[in-house]
């Protein structure tokens, strides 16, 4: 088993806590509205994947991507 793989819940617990400071940073600041701060909240979340999981997407995007490596993507989820 990857040790990545053992340690992707804390990963996981880590990378929301940053988003949430983030988005609390860039509300405080009034950089966005609360509106926008709550679609970031719920509607925009952090995944964590290895690369060779999705080998024909990754390639598309990265050529020069080792595929054993473990990508952080923020991305929208929509109904």
Known sequence: MDSELLNLD?????ANSVKEIVISR???????????????????????????????WFSAFRKDGDLNEYIF????FED
């Open 26 to 56: 860039l509300l405080t600041d009034g950089v966005i509205s609360e509106e926008k701060a709550k679609e970031y909240t719920e509607k925009w979340q952090i995944i964590i994947f290895k690369s060779n999981w999705f080998k024909r």
């Open 73 to 76: 993507k923020f991305v929208k």
């Open 10 to 14: 804390s990963h996981i617990k880590n």
